[in-house]
C-alpha cells in the first residue's frame, strides 16, 4: 500500500496549500493512508479542536505533533476524547492524549503510527529509542495483525533522527522526522527494509523563515525580543513523503513531495 506522510502545517496557508493539494496527491499515489504532522496548524503554534477536525475532513486519516502540542490548551480535552491527534510518546507517560495510533480501513491492512520526540537540543524527554522498543512490544501483544507501522520523530539532531532510524530498521515499516521545517534529500530505503528521511518538510509559506513571517524572525534574532512570529504570507507548498510497501509491512520504494499550488 501507499502511505502519505506530510510535514508540519504551518498555520492558515499550510491548510489551504494541503486542502488544494491533497486530492490530486492521494489520487494519483493511490494512498490508503494519510498523516499529518500537525503541531503548527493553529497560526504556526499548536493546534485547536476545530483545526484538527479541519485536517481530517480534508483527508488526514491522524495528526502528529510536536514540542508545540500543548499551545491550545483546548486540544487536552479533545485528544483526550479521541485518538486521532498524537503527542509524542516519549514527552511523559503521565501527559494527556496517546502517542500511538491503529489505523484501520475495510479491506486494508492497518498502519500504527508512533509519534516520538527528540532530546538533543529539546526539551526534556523520556528516551525516544527505549520508549520506542515498549511501544513495538506493546504493539506485537495488543495487535498482533499489525505489520505497518510509521515513526514521525520529532527532532533537531540530524544525528540523533538517523540513529533512532537504523536502530529501528527491519522493525518499522518508515521513521520520517519533523520539526526543523526544512525539507532534507536523504530519502532511502535502510537495509532492512525501513524508509527513512531525515525530515519531511513544511506546508506553508515556502518564502517565510520556517513559514514564519521573515521580518519578524530576523528583528528576533537582531532585537534578541523574543515574541511569537505571525504566519508568513505568499507561496503555498506541500512537502512530504510518500512511501509504498509490500504486505509483510517493508518499504519497497520511498518518495519525496514538494508540490506547490
Ligand atoms: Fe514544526
Ligand atoms: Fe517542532
Redesign the pocket.
Known amino acids: 500500500m501507499n502511505i502519505l506522510f506530510i510535514g ?1 502545517i ?1 498555520g492558515k496557508p499550510g491548510r489551504h496549500a494541503a486542502a488544494g493539494l491533497l486530492p490530486a496527491l492521494q489520487e494519483k499515489y493511490g494512498i490508503t493512508y494519510t498523516i499529518a ?1 500537525g ?2 496548524a493553529a497560526g504556526g503554534y499548536g493546534i485547536t479542536p476545530d483545526i484538527a477536525r479541519a485536517l481530517l475532513n480534508m483527508g488526514v486519516d491522524l495528526i502528529t505533533t ?1 514540542n ?1 502540542v500543548w499551545e491550545h490548551k483546548d486540544i487536552i480535552p479533545y485528544m483526550s476524547g479521541s485518538d486521532t491527534v498524537l503527542r509524542p510518546l516519549n514527552i511523559s507517560p503521565l501527559a494527556p492524549g496517546a502517542g500511538v495510533a491503529v489505523l484501520r480501513k475495510t479491506g486494508e491492512q492497518p498502519l500504527a503510527v508512533i509519534n516520538l520526540i527528540g532530546r538533543v537540543f529539546m526539551a526534556p524527554a523520556e528516551c525516544p529509542f527505549h520508549t520506542a522498543l515498549q511501544a513495538l512490544a506493546a504493539l506485537q501483544q495488543d495487535h498482533p495483525d499489525v505489520v505497518h507501522i510509521l515513526v514521525d520523530f520529532h527532532a533537531e539532531a540530524t544525528s540523533e533522527k538517523q540513529a533512532l532510524g537504523w536502530f529501528l530498521d527491519g522493525r518499522i515499516t518508515a521513521l520520517f522526522g ?2 526543523t ?1 526544512v525539507q532534507t534529500s536523504d530519502e532511502s530505503i535502510l537495509q532492512q527494509g525501513t524508509a527513512y528521511m531525515t525530515d519531511a518538510g ?1 506546508t506553508g509559506v515556502i518564502d517565510g523563515i520556517l513559514g514564519m513571517d521573515r521580518e519578524q524572525i530576523i528583528q528576533r534574532f537582531t532585537t534578541s525580543v523574543q515574541k511569537h512570529a505571525d504566519v508568513a504570507k505568499g507561496k503555498e507548498e506541500l512537502q512530504g513523503v510518500v512511501v509504498r510497501t509490500d504486505d509483510a509491512g517493508k518499504a519497497v520504494s520511498v518518495l519525496r513531495i514538494k508540490e506547490q499550488l
Open positions: 508540519d504551518v504532522n503541531e503548527n510536536g508545540h519533523t520539526h521545517h513544511m
